[in-house]
């Protein structure tokens, strides 16, 4: 059942962004919607919006309790989230602590190469485009953040890499890279935003050697292991084992 939302503001491939009540906040539904490769790919899974809004819903709590600014807010149910509205800046910040996916598809870099430090790439948030990859001199030529904003990007990148790793570790799931989104709030912070689950996230389990049962993340879908949604749930069965029941919002 849908809470009471004011209008579609944006639907995006896997969530859908409503107006409410409070002009400093907005509803994020998480849809059942499946995407990859530019949504060429696209499929329906049903019961993946709500374990990917209690995942996200759970590790937003926690970089909230380290101090890591954040846009959640709290839950209405199980698929629905309020978080405060922001202006999103349109670039994916990724996050590398082991070489796959298309850093070893466009650069000799070998498959499961350990990267320390991690490596943190910023690429073109759009679509039309296939979000290209930026150097520091095209993200300038953008004018898309200051010089001083992208320090700041990175450093809130890095924090929230070094302080999940360490966090998924102890419950034997390998964080092996990621993207963020961040966006800045009405009173102009910086608030890592979006969602952070394992459609965004890859995530090995630490449980198994076996290179396909490893995977736990959107990598299933991708090249068509199955198992999508059970591995997705046993990221959250671990999570919430850890961690107390994301709360309401009130
Ligand atoms: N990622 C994402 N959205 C994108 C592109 C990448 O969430 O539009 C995530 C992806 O799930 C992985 C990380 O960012 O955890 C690095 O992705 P990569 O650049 O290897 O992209 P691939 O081409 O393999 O999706």
Redesign the pocket.
């Known amino acids: 059942m849908s809470p009471d939302h004011g209008l579609l503001m944006y639907e995006g491939k896997a969530k859908r962004i409503y107006a409410c009540k409070d002009i400093d906040s907005v509803l994020v539904e998480f849809k059942n919607d499946a995407t990859a490769f530019n949504a060429l790919k696209h499929s329906q899974l049903e019961g993946k919006g709500r374990i990917n809004c209690q995942i996200s819903a759970s590790l937003f709590e926690l970089l909230e309790q380290e101090g890591i600014p954040n846009h959640y807010l709290g839950l209405l149910s199980e698929e629905w989230m309020m978080v405060q509205k922001v202006e999103v800046i349109p670039l994916?910040i990724?996050v590398?602590n082991i070489a796959?996916?298309?850093?070893c598809k466009q650069t000799p870099i070998i498959e499961g190469k350990e990267l320390s430090p991690p490596l943190l790439d910023l690429y073109y948030k759009d679509d039309s485009l296939s979000?290209p990859l930026l150097t520091e001199s095209r993200l300038e030529i953008l004018g898309i953040v200051s010089h001083a904003k992208r320090l700041e990007i990175e450093k809130l990148a890095r924090w929230v890499n070094d302080f999940l790793k360490d966090f998924l570790d102890k419950i034997d799931l390998v964080l092996v890279?990621?993207?963020l989104e961040m966006g800045i709030n009405n009173s102009g912070e910086l608030l890592v935003a979006d969602e952070i689950s394992p459609?965004?996230?890859?995530i090995w389990d630490k449980r198994t050697l076996d290179s396909n049962d490893r995977i736990l993340?959107?990598d299933r879908f991708r090249q068509d292991l199955g198992g999508v949604v059970e591995a997705y749930g046993e990221i959250l069965k671990r999570v919430q084992g850890v961690t107390s029941k994301p709360r309401n919002y009130k």
Do not use: Q
């Not at 796959?100 to 850093?103: I, P, Q």
């Not at 459609?199 to 890859?202: I, L």
């Open positions: 994916e990724v590398r796959t996916g298309s850093l979000d890279d990621f993207k459609d965004t996230c890859r993340d959107k």
